[in-house]
């Protein structure tokens, strides 16, 4: 071992970084397609030319969101009050242009606000459905490479259609209810887990402007909060209506943890919330603009609140570490044990959703937002050279290195206004994803009492005294 | 038009759900209506354009007081929630005093003025944070104090149980 003349790079770390380069392409292509995904909808459904002479002028409208004066001023209901991008207006536009062709002149204010509501909808139900089954792929395939096994192979190239083709399964499986079961309330369970998952998703900013927020309430954080709250009753109906002692039992851990974890994760959202004196999610975002060192992760107490954020989410999420609820070498799967076919794919999609909108709100509150480091941009050049010098060293690798290394320059070198704060949100929240797929692949289970004690005697302590350096922090910053 | 329509829809849903909370056998089912009802009266808040009262509404009633009722029934009672019983012999006594309060609540509703304004309400947030810690802060610090002291309290009790 030490003769070796030429230094070899060991086995492991030769593997980690492969595996952070394909970590960098992953992320890329995650934020890549979440970024396609939403405005995606209303480019490809809606009558391209409807309300415009060509496709340039078309694709003009479409980038330039309200500031184009025509709409404005032809009184196309003010875009800015329902805070939705202009595309998705088009269908308002067309409703006016045939109702104004058949002679009925234009449909009252209140049928448009419908329509656009219901646009809207239907675009986040999308992007949740969407976004859950692509994180479903990268979850068994990230942890499969963390574990050294290959995760999902057979259905498509490297198995991406695996998840497509699991939710064509749950939707054709047969759709048992136990006997012993509360009917109504068995059937009910899964719509009260799954619809507040998809009402937080209403005032998530997916960038900036106001065109990439369903609707910017101005009690936007509460919202949040208020809506993940009424999941537990969902799990609690859920494990007491299956008439099933495991069922019962996770449904009693998800109460328990739930409750005791939504003190912590409460209180230190607070700390953003008095930093940017503001409830809204876009106004807390907005009061982080300059630079890295603006971040409410690092003020008043670097990381504190970030951590304390992050971990309580991950408890009211149930992720590994805290996955007591459906632990399932001891409960089986817990409080959805009974469930098959779509109502166990609605608990599947929730629980999904909600660790996505976890990863949005604490890219919200402490990242920043859509905001980019103004060193990325640097980064990127670096990147590039750095991919240079790589090729040079190690041949064989040279279109892997080079192609994993633009890919990077590209993600850093990206705007963080207009489109490109889609994917800087959208990068954001895929990072904190993978943070927890990384610690679910990692931490093994906690038991039920350092779960309790953990948040009761560690976390809702921290997380007080955390409040208190906020307070005194905006004390001074007042001046 | 559409406002009063919503209105009259939730009001039907609240005391829909309501009733539901006393007239049903399971008290699982009771306090699941009981959610309902809580739900309804957030949207009222919504049609009030009292976001922040919905927020808390949702986030207090729906999220925490109906799951510690859950916790409480599924802890206290056999687990099923099947077999309580859900009546006792006073019902006289609470019909009277039931009627007594509705009444009550009639009569002061009918009595009392309510300014009508077209204007739309501003920020709720900011207000009540400033009502809170100007004009109401000794009744604010005083609930304050009764929570403190009611969690005391609860901390004593399950201490001496736990003693026994």
């Not at chain 1, 998530?204 to 009424?230: Q, T």
């Not at chain 1, 409040?467 to 910053?477: E, K, M, S, T």
């Given at each position: 071992?030490?003769?070796?003349?030429?230094?070899?790079?060991?086995?492991?770390?030769?593997?980690?970084?492969?595996?952070?380069?394909?970590?960098?392409?992953?992320?890329?292509?995650?934020?890549?397609?979440?970024?396609?995904?939403?405005?995606?909808?209303?480019?490809?459904?809606?009558?391209?030319?409807?309300?415009?002479?060509?496709?340039?002028?078309?694709?003009?409208?479409?980038?330039?969101?309200?500031?184009?004066?025509?709409?404005?001023?032809?009184?196309?209901?003010?875009?800015?009050?329902?805070?939705?991008?202009?595309?998705?207006?088009?269908?308002?536009?067309?409703?006016?242009?045939?109702?104004?062709?058949?002679?009925?002149?234009?449909?009252?204010?209140?049928?448009?606000?419908?329509?656009?509501?219901?646009?809207?909808s239907l675009i986040l139900l999308h992007f949740v459905v969407?976004?859950v089954?692509?994180?479903?792929?990268?979850?068994?395939?990230?942890?499969?490479?963390?574990?050294?096994?290959?995760?999902?192979?057979?259905?498509?190239?490297?198995?991406?259609?695996?998840?497509?083709?699991?939710?064509?399964?749950?939707?054709?499986?047969?759709?048992?209810?136990?006997?012993?079961?509360?009917?109504?309330?068995?059937?009910?369970?899964?719509v009260v887990v799954f619809i507040p998952a998809l009402l937080v998703y209403v005032?998530v900013?997916?960038?900036?402007?106001?065109?990439?927020?369903a609707?910017?309430?101005?009690?936007?954080?509460?919202?949040?909060?208020?809506m993940s709250?009424i999941t537990?009753?969902?799990?609690?109906?859920?494990?007491?209506?299956?008439?099933?002692?495991?069922?019962?039992?996770?449904?009693?851990?998800?109460?328990?943890?739930?409750?005791?974890?939504?003190?912590?994760?409460?209180?230190?959202?607070?700390?953003?919330?008095?930093?940017?004196?503001?409830?809204?999610?876009?106004?807390?975002?907005?009061?982080?603009?300059?630079?890295?060192?603006?971040?409410?992760?690092?003020?008043?107490?670097?990381?504190?609140?970030?951590?304390?954020?992050?971990?309580?989410?991950?408890?009211?999420?149930?992720?590994?570490?805290?996955?007591?609820?459906?632990?399932?070498?001891?409960?089986?799967?817990?409080?959805?044990?009974?469930?098959?076919?779509?109502?166990?794919?609605l608990?599947?999609l929730a629980?999904?959703a909600n660790?996505f909108t976890?990863?949005?709100?604490?890219?919200?509150?402490?990242?920043?937002?859509?905001?980019?480091?103004?060193?990325?941009?640097?980064?990127?050049?670096?990147?590039?050279?750095?991919?240079?010098?790589?090729?040079?060293?190690?041949?064989?690798?040279?279109?892997?290195?080079?192609?994993?290394?633009?890919?990077?320059?590209?993600?850093?070198?990206?705007?963080?206004?207009?489109?490109?704060?889609?994917?800087?949100?959208?990068?954001?929240?895929?990072?904190?994803?993978?943070?927890?797929?990384?610690?679910?692949?990692?931490?093994?289970?906690?038991?039920?009492?350092?779960?309790?004690?953990?948040?009761?005697?560690?976390?809702?302590?921290?997380?007080?005294?955390?409040?208190?350096?906020?307070?005194?922090?905006?004390?001074?910053?007042?001046? | 038009?559409?406002?009063?329509?919503?209105?009259?829809?939730?009001?039907?849903?609240?005391?829909?759900?309501?009733?539901?909370?006393?007239?049903?056998?399971?008290?699982?089912?009771?306090?699941?209506?009981?959610?309902?009802?809580?739900?309804?009266?957030?949207?009222?808040?919504?049609?009030?354009?009292?976001?922040?009262?919905?927020?808390?509404?949702?986030?207090?009633?729906?999220?925490?007081?109906?799951?510690?009722?859950?916790?409480?029934?599924?802890?206290?009672?056999?687990?099923?929630?099947?077999?309580?019983?859900?009546?006792?012999?006073?019902?006289?006594?609470?019909?009277?005093?039931?009627?007594?309060?509705?009444?009550?609540?009639?009569?002061?509703?009918?009595?009392?003025?309510?300014?009508?304004?077209?204007?739309?309400?501003?920020?709720?947030?900011?207000?009540?944070?400033?009502?809170?810690?100007?004009?109401?802060?000794?009744?604010?610090?005083?609930?304050?104090?009764?929570?403190?002291?009611?969690?005391?309290?609860?901390?004593?009790?399950?201490?001496?149980?736990?003693?026994?």
């Amino acid at each position: 071992m030490t003769t070796a003349t030429r230094p070899r790079v060991p086995r492991g770390i030769e593997y980690n970084l492969g595996f952070f380069v394909r970590l960098g392409l992953l992320l890329g292509v995650l934020g890549g397609i979440g970024a396609a995904t939403l405005p995606a909808i209303p480019i490809l459904g809606y009558g391209l030319l409807a309300h415009h002479d060509s496709i340039t002028s078309y694709v003009a409208w479409l980038f330039g969101w309200c500031q184009h004066s025509e709409l404005v001023s032809e009184g196309i209901y003010g875009c800015g009050q329902y805070g939705l991008p202009v595309p998705l207006f088009e269908p308002a536009v067309v409703m006016q242009r045939v109702l104004g062709l058949v002679g009925l002149g234009r449909p009252p204010k209140v049928t448009v606000d419908y329509v656009v509501a219901i646009i809207a909808s239907l675009i986040l139900l999308h992007f949740v459905v969407i976004s859950v089954t692509l994180i479903i792929y990268i979850l068994r395939k990230v942890i499969g490479y963390m574990q050294a096994r290959l995760g999902p192979m057979r259905v498509g190239p490297k198995g991406i259609l695996q998840t497509l083709i699991d939710a064509v399964k749950l939707l054709a499986k047969e759709d048992t209810i136990p006997g012993t079961a509360d009917k109504v309330m068995f059937t009910l369970a899964p719509v009260v887990v799954f619809i507040p998952a998809l009402l937080v998703y209403v005032v998530v900013p997916f960038g900036d402007s106001k065109g990439f927020i369903a609707r910017d309430l101005n009690i936007g954080i509460l919202y949040v909060v208020a809506m993940s709250s009424i999941t537990v009753i969902g799990i609690i109906l859920a494990g007491w209506a299956s008439d099933n002692k495991y069922a019962l039992f996770g449904a009693m851990r998800a109460a328990a943890q739930l409750v005791s974890y939504e003190v912590p994760g409460v209180l230190v959202v607070l700390g953003p919330v008095i930093m940017a004196g503001s409830l809204g999610m876009r106004d807390i975002i907005l009061a982080q603009k300059g630079g890295v060192t603006e971040w409410f992760i690092w003020s008043p107490v670097p990381l504190v609140g970030f951590l304390v954020y992050l971990i309580s989410s991950l408890a009211e999420t149930n992720i590994t570490p805290f996955d007591l609820p459906e632990a399932e070498s001891e409960l089986v799967s817990g409080y959805n044990v009974e469930y098959s076919g779509m109502k166990f794919g609605l608990f599947f999609l929730a629980e999904f959703a909600n660790s996505f909108t976890v990863c949005f709100v604490a890219a919200a509150l402490f990242l920043g937002g859509w905001y980019a480091p103004p060193v990325f941009k640097l980064a990127a050049g670096l990147t590039l050279a750095l991919s240079v010098g790589l090729c040079w060293i190690e041949l064989p690798f040279l279109l892997r290195w080079a192609l994993a290394a633009s890919a990077l320059a590209v993600c850093l070198g990206m705007p963080d206004h207009g489109w490109g704060s889609l994917y800087w949100m959208m990068l954001k929240a895929s990072g904190l994803q993978f943070l927890t797929m990384w610690i679910r692949a990692t931490y093994p289970r906690v038991r039920v009492d350092q779960l309790m004690e953990f948040a009761w005697k560690g976390l809702i302590p921290i997380s007080l005294v955390y409040l208190a350096a906020v307070g005194l922090w905006a004390a001074i910053n007042q001046k | 038009m559409m406002e009063a329509l919503a209105f009259y829809a939730t009001a039907a849903l609240i005391l829909i759900s309501a009733l539901g909370v006393v007239l049903c056998r399971n008290l699982v089912h009771s306090a699941m209506s009981l959610a309902l009802s809580f739900l309804g009266v957030a949207v009222i808040y919504i049609l009030l354009h009292a976001f922040f009262l919905f927020g808390v509404q949702v986030l207090i009633y729906v999220g925490a007081i109906t799951v510690l009722i859950m916790f409480g029934i599924m802890l206290t009672r056999d687990v099923e929630g099947n077999l309580v019983q859900q009546t006792n012999r006073q019902h006289r006594m609470a019909a009277a005093s039931a009627l007594a309060t509705f009444i009550a609540l009639t009569y002061i509703a009918f009595q009392s003025h309510f300014n009508v304004t077209n204007a739309t309400p501003g920020d709720s947030v900011v207000g009540i944070g400033v009502a809170f810690i100007s004009r109401y802060v000794v009744p604010f610090e005083v609930a304050s104090l009764v929570l403190l002291v009611a969690l005391v309290g609860a901390i004593v009790i399950a201490r001496d149980k736990e003693v026994d």
